[in-house]
């Protein structure tokens, strides 16, 4: 929005024991961070123990953190500091390379977070960092300078294979038949994207190719004056680039549990370099069977051939549904919508699954126009190169009206995954979105938010969804004040967010009654991991805001000029009352763990059991300018200084019991 994760994070439902989950809490730096990485050390949590799970006076917390320094401060340990190099209140100088280290072979021990009931998203798929893997390559990293190839990696760190035979290896937690590479390889020298090739092996025998390209990442001018104005500068010879990485995903033959997984650079694999960050393994079922009551956009005249233009068949295929109270159906195979959107009007459109049906395209969006919109099991893979706020290239558009539904759909390379709000083909005082539910998606790799709930939107649920490169706000509410409503009563719950390379992972933007709870967010590039904002001139904020149960890693950075926290509260545009934020871990933040800036005032909000652990200044900060008030308890920060000195003659934290460290 401010234009206008990692954890080592798998999902799988079970390599723990039956009834445990994976914490990565607000451990101390002895365990928990090694350099700048802010690379986690797992703890694991039966189900008696969840209680405790945020809890900074557990025992788990307190017996893995270093003693208290009656005298906390900040960069007191050299090693434990992930702020960039440098005095933080500066701009970074910008990299126009990867920082390489060489590294000797390292052997991975693979724990993959499985949370259900607890922070993040339960996931299909099992993801495996190329650092934490055999490496026979170089390592990158860590870094969090703005520019720098590894800054926007997930754990700061990534894998380069420069010459012929450089692999990294990972070994599969699980029977697997499908794949997701996130990786860079070079633009070409005028810009525009080169494509090429990597090489999977499978206990050493090849498996297949992956075609990868680099169309839709690299931007330029990083540490000019244009940085971040839109549409982005993809011209090479302006230098400081930034916006790296895409992915790659296939169906491949069956790896067995235990396999070694080995991306190679072969002498027929022609990129200059591969840049390899992680690598996602799944075991996808078979594709679903059309369910009887649909209409199969084959039937319309839909070719799923390259050049041709399926979007008129899936419009009539759509239209003819709507008028038969019927369904639509997308079966296996890539469709093209290539000149204008589709329109859906109250039906609901199912595919064969999320990696067998696809609408592929530029105009691959789907704009809705009633209530009881319903998307179930496909793929959206846009062709969006750059940002362009005029032009809704957004895989979903529009207000939702009442009971429309996102589940198990995948979005990438659109401007936006969804944007819930006035868009162009609805009338700003159309039906309101009431009881959107978005579900079991991934969007990824996108030039602008994720999700944006706005034009009043209210009892939307945004939960269990996987998130990662999104280009603008992951997840938003925003109640802009123009649509002379406010949002009202939604939900961020049990979401896996990670990298977005511009913005935040949550932000709530006004409002009343927006609850973030249970989500697993990391590796902000510039911003805060949670923002709480009077910005955008949003509604007011009214009834309660709770931000609960989230785990925060390696957030908050450098934007505009200003050092974000990984947590910040930002009255800028007018105050913000009934804010609770409590059960928090914030960990190995860049700046600040928790922030308050802005010219507004705090009214009375409540904070309680708050882990920071390693923030590379302060836990916390009151801006110059902060006005208002807090009460605390059970705030506990380790490993970094603890409240920052500044004017605080116009904020208060009333203290309550159980605050350590500041």
């Known amino acids: 929005m401010p234009g206008k994760a990692r954890p080592a994070l798998r999902g799988r439902a079970a390599p723990a024991p039956r009834g445990r989950t994976l914490l990565w809490a607000g451990l101390g730096l002895g365990l928990l961070l090694t350099a700048s990485a802010g690379v986690a050390f797992p703890f694991w949590l039966d189900s008696a123990q969840r209680s405790n799970r945020f809890d900074p006076h557990s025992p788990q917390f307190r017996a893995a953190t270093p003693a208290l320094s009656s005298t906390p401060s900040p960069g007191a340990s050299a090693t434990a500091s992930p702020s960039p190099a440098g005095t933080p209140t500066s701009s970074p100088t910008p990299s126009t390379s990867p920082t390489a280290s060489p590294s000797s072979t390292v052997t991975p021990t693979y724990t993959p977070t499985v949370v259900p009931g607890g922070a993040g998203a339960t996931l299909a798929f099992d993801e495996y960092e190329a650092e934490d893997g055999t490496v026979n390559a170089t390592v990158i990293g860590p870094s969090r300078t703005l520019g720098n190839m590894a800054a926007e990696a997930s754990g700061r760190k990534a894998v380069r294979l420069n010459a012929t035979g450089d692999s990294v290896s990972i070994q599969s937690l699980h029977d697997a038949n499908a794949i997701v590479l996130r990786y860079c390889i070079p633009d070409a020298p005028a810009g525009g994207g080169i494509t090429a090739t990597v090489s999977v092996y499978v206990g050493g025998v090849f498996l297949q190719k992956l075609a990868l390209t680099s169309r839709y990442s690299w931007f330029y001018g990083m540490g000019g004056a244009n940085t971040w104005n839109i549409p982005y500068d993809d011209n090479p010879a302006d230098g400081g680039p930034f916006h790296y990485y895409d992915e790659a995903r296939s169906l491949t033959a069956d790896i067995p549990a235990g396999s070694t997984v080995t991306i190679q650079k072969d002498a027929d694999d022609l990129a200059a370099f591969y840049v390899i960050d992680l690598v996602d393994l799944e075991k996808v079922g078979p594709p679903l069977a059309e369910p009887s009551g649909f209409l199969a956009i084959t039937d319309f005249g839909a070719t799923g051939v390259p050049g041709h ?278 960990t190995a933040s860049t700046y600040y763990g928790l922030q308050i800036q802005g010219a507004g005032k705090v009214n009375s909000a409540q904070i309680g059991n708050v882990a920071d652990a390693g923030s590379g200044l302060y836990g916390i900060q009151a801006q110059g300018g902060a006005k208002g008030s807090a009460t605390v308890d059970g705030l506990v920060v380790q490993g970094s200084g603890g409240l920052a000195p500044g004017a605080l003659a116009a904020f208060t934290f009333v203290r309550g019991s159980g605050n350590i460290g500041w």
């Open 309 to 586: 233009d399926d979007g008129p068949a899936i419009q009539a295929c759509i239209t003819t549904a709507a008028a038969t109270s019927q369904g639509v159906w997308i079966p296996q195979g890539t469709f093209y919508s290539t000149a204008k959107g589709i329109t859906v009007t109250g039906v609901t459109i199912r595919g064969a699954g999320m990696w067998y049906s696809t609408v592929s395209g530029l105009y691959a969006r789907f704009n809705l126009v009633a209530n009881q919109c319903r998307f179930y099991d496909f793929a959206i893979l846009g062709d969006t190169v750059n940002r362009d706020d005029s032009s809704p290239d957004n895989g979903f558009n529009n207000d939702a009206g009442a009971g429309s539904r996102l589940e198990n759909i995948w979005i990438e390379h659109t401007k936006c995954g969804f944007w819930v709000g006035c868009c162009g083909d609805w009338p700003s005082d159309g039906p309101t979105t009431d009881g959107l539910v978005v579900t079991g998606c991934r969007i990824r790799d996108t030039l602008a938010d994720g999700v944006n709930i706005n034009n009043g939107a209210k009892n939307v649920v945004i939960q269990n969804n996987h998130l990662r490169y999104t280009g603008d706000d992951s997840l938003a509410s925003w109640s802009n004040g123009g649509a002379g409503k406010p949002n009202l009563n939604n939900s961020f719950l049990n979401n896996t967010i990670q990298l977005p390379w511009r913005a935040n992972c949550v932000a709530v933007y006004g409002g009343s009654g927006t609850m973030v709870r249970d989500n697993l967010v990391s590796d902000t590039y510039n911003y805060p991991g949670i923002f709480v904002a009077q910005q955008f001139s949003s509604t007011l904020f009214a009834g309660a805001t709770t931000v609960q149960a989230n785990t925060v890693l390696r957030c908050g950075g450098l934007f505009w000029g200003t050092n974000f926290g990984a947590v910040c509260v930002a009255p800028t545009e007018g105050d913000i009352s009934g804010l609770v934020l409590k059960d928090l871990s914030v």
